[in-house]
């Protein structure tokens, strides 16, 4: 029962344009989401999040959209650089406190090619 | 000056042993978790603690034992491996009143023969 979907497996974009990462959720009690970055052979690195009371978060060349109505966000990135080759994660939360945990989708494989 | 380290990175052994995992965090955190990367590459919570108490425990078999000697460190036991067992075991680590925001180790590349 996936609770966090990403549903492409990889996304190629060119050096300079912008690259958009999707995300679905399906558990309609997600109130935190989160982007988390991932090279291969390293654990994965916190890159930006967005509450639910919010639609959009900004950090840089990194944007985060939220659509609550449709249960869906994306990463925005702009100008994509040869750096951002990686494994994006989308994650969310349901619950504050102790018993906080993430919910991870299974990740989008990105490409810039320079 | 590694943030969260784990070891060792890579574990080959045979069905049935024992082997543990150890991770250490020096970011001063008091919340620590073990997550489970298996084949279909999802990243799962298996364990949680915070200031050594036990907060999250998935349904994970009996056989993974966590144990938290002090804030900074998790370690994973696992008895009598299973095939079922060989995936990527990543640790974390968090402050509790950022909980959303999880430090990752490098990862352990557990393989059973």
């Known amino acids: 029962d996936q609770q966090v979907k990403q549903n492409s497996p990889s996304l190629s974009v060119q050096e300079g344009r912008i690259s958009i990462l999707n995300c679905d959720y399906t558990?309609?009690?997600?109130?935190?989401f989160l982007w988390y970055k991932k090279y291969p052979a390293e654990g994965p690195t916190f890159l930006i999040s967005?509450?639910?009371?919010?639609d959009k978060n900004e950090d840089g060349r990194f944007t985060v959209f939220l659509n609550k109505s449709a249960k869906h966000l994306s990463l925005h990135i702009v100008p994509s650089q040869p750096g951002d080759s990686a494994v994006y994660f989308c994650?969310?939360?349901?619950?504050?406190?102790?018993?906080?945990?993430?919910?991870f989708g299974k990740g989008i494989t990105l490409s810039v090619r320079p | 000056d590694t943030a969260v380290s784990q070891t060792p990175k890579y574990l080959v052994t045979q069905m049935g042993n024992d082997k543990s995992i150890k991770c250490e965090q020096n970011?001063?955190?008091?919340?620590m978790y073990w997550y489970k990367q298996d084949s279909k590459k999802f990243l799962k919570i298996m364990f949680s603690?915070?200031?050594?108490?036990?907060?999250i425990n998935e349904t994970v078999p009996n056989r993974f034992s966590p144990k938290s000697p002090d804030k900074a460190h998790l370690n994973l036991h696992i008895n009598s491996l299973e095939l079922g067992d060989s995936a990527v075991y990543f640790c974390?680590?968090?402050?509790?009143?950022?909980?959303?925001?999880?430090?990752f180790g490098p990862g352990t590349r557990l393989t059973v023969t």
């Open positions: 974390a680590s968090s402050r509790w009143d950022t909980l959303y925001e999880q430090y």
């Open positions: 558990n309609s009690m997600f109130d935190y």
């Open positions: 967005i509450s639910s009371i919010k």
């Open positions: 994650a969310a939360s349901a619950e504050a406190g102790a018993n906080s945990k993430l919910t």
């Open positions: 970011l001063g955190h008091d919340t």
């Open positions: 603690y915070n200031n050594k108490e036990l907060i």
